[in-house]
């Protein structure tokens, strides 16, 4: 009932609190079948996680940028976060709190976890976690190697392709 991509999103912000993969997951399956929607459920979904990211390494101003982004779009998408099974008022909350912290000067950070609205989301989180090997919870703290994640991983593709967009333009521009 639930993409896979989206089960495993949850999972990755719930259980190992690896929003980083949160982002990478989902942004993944937006590419695949939603790419040109800006406005994209799945955008607002990735935008939370990057703003969480962010904020989490003491990027102030990068979180509260994700954050106002994903409230802005989640906010016009009551029906998909219902069809997600996600709580659209608790989850809005929640990341204006957020916005709250990261405008501070001390850069208070804490998780969250998203209010699950359907009955059948949970269920299908723990059956995903098993078919993983591991055990859903809600209570992690996250692994130190998490929290600087973009910068252990190899960009060596993404550069090529941003390289190969420039030339590409570059010959149109001619």
């Not at 999103?9 to 980083?20: A, Q, S």
């Not at 990478?24 to 990211?53: C, F, M």
């Not at 989180?125 to 991983?153: A, F, M, N, V």
Request: charged share 30%; glycine share 4%; hydrophobic share 30%.
């Amino acid at each position: 009932m639930y993409p896979t991509a989206y089960l495993d999103y949850l999972i990755y912000f719930h259980v190992e609190r690896d929003y980083f993969e949160c982002h990478e997951v989902l942004e993944e399956y937006w590419k695949e079948h939603d790419p040109k929607n800006r406005t994209s459920i799945w955008v607002g979904l990735i935008q939370v996680a990057v703003g969480l990211y962010h904020h989490r390494r003491g990027n102030r101003n990068g979180a509260i940028r994700m954050y106002e982004k994903a409230i802005s779009i989640l906010e016009k998408q009551k029906t998909a976060l219902s069809e997600l099974g996600l709580h659209k008022s608790d989850l809005i909350r929640q990341l204006q709190s957020q916005h709250q912290l990261a405008s501070n000067t001390r850069n208070t950070f804490h998780d969250i976890n998203l209010t699950f609205s359907k009955e059948d989301l949970l269920p299908a989180c723990i059956e995903r976690c098993q078919q993983l090997g591991l055990t859903w919870t809600t209570t992690s703290t996250p692994k130190e190697d998490i929290i600087y994640k973009h910068k252990l991983r190899d960009r060596s593709d993404i550069i090529r392709e941003r390289q190969q967009q420039l030339k590409r333009n570059q010959t149109n521009d001619e």
